[in-house]
T-cell receptor, first 115, second 114 residues
Framework: AQTVTQSQPEMSVQEAETVTLSCTYDTSENNYYLFWYKQPPSRQMILVIR??????QNATENRFSVNFQKAAKSFSLKISDSQLGDTAMYFC????????????FGKGTRLHILP | NAGVMQNPRHLVRRRGQEARLRCSPM?????VYWYRQLPEEGLKFMVYLQKENIIDESGMPKERFSAEFPKEGPSILRIQQVVRGDSAAYFCASQRSRSTDTQYFGPGTRLTVL
């Protein structure tokens, strides 16, 4: 079975601090995409960052970066210089390439950025 | 370029009624996915459609649920004889092509069954 596990249901950090959200996944496939989605109180799903499994270099998007460890099946998200607007649910997810394209989501981590 | 549109944003139905949820994909996108999010849960895949075809409906309950994506017009997710357990947020995502692109999500429809 293909699963995504986010072991931190909820986290709180002070504004401007750095925070890391954990994610592990399980799949027997070799080619896949990994994602982090943000869901603010508006409930809109916003793509934060995406990583192709065949790329060794970790993806970065401004203050957001990932630590992708393929052998360990780990895909953590680091948010640097956190801002109040980063308060949201964060979902880790993956999708198998060239298969059915369905995205498998974790249960999410609720992140609070404190002023 | 407008994003994925979903309507209504909120839908209230009484038990036994029908719910129709609409999704208009982004321009140029012919692949549509429906996901359901129960309270305090992640999104769960329901069905994948291309124009006029259901490609994968493995995540959709066999009874009461159906989906379509006609040649013209939006994709429709239809729930007949709704029950309280159908209360959830339903998200639609669209994608331009298979596997090499990103799925863009709509704002979701929050269904409440009284």
């Amino acid at each position: 079975a293909q699963t995504v596990t986010q072991s931190q249901p909820e986290m709180s950090v002070q504004e401007a601090e750095t925070v890391t959200l954990s994610c592990t996944y399980d799949t027997s496939e070799n080619n896949y995409y990994l994602f982090w989605y943000k869901q603010p109180p508006s409930r809109q799903m916003i793509l934060v960052i995406r990583q192709e499994a065949y790329k060794q270099q970790n993806a970065t998007e401004n203050r957001f970066s990932v630590n992708f460890q393929k052998a360990a099946k780990s895909f953590s998200l680091k948010i640097s210089d956190s801002q109040l607007g980063d308060t949201a649910m964060y979902f880790c997810a993956f999708m198998i390439m060239n298969r059915d394209d369905k995205i498998i989501f974790g249960k999410g981590t609720r992140l609070h950025i404190l002023p | 370029n407008a994003g994925v549109m979903q309507n209504p944003r909120h839908l209230v139905r009484r038990r036994g009624q029908e719910a129709r949820l609409r999704c208009s994909p982004m321009k140029g996108h012919s692949h549509v996915y429906w996901y359901r999010q129960l309270p305090e849960e992640g999104l769960k895949f329901m069905v994948y459609l291309q124009k006029e075809n259901i490609i994968d409906e493995s995540g959709m309950p066999k009874e009461r649920f159906s989906a379509e994506f006609p040649k013209e017009g939006p994709s429709i997710l239809r729930i007949q004889q709704v029950v309280r357990g159908d209360s959830a947020a339903y998200f639609c995502a669209s994608q331009r092509s298979r596997s090499t692109d990103t799925q863009y999500f709509g704002p979701g429809t929050r269904l409440t069954v009284l």
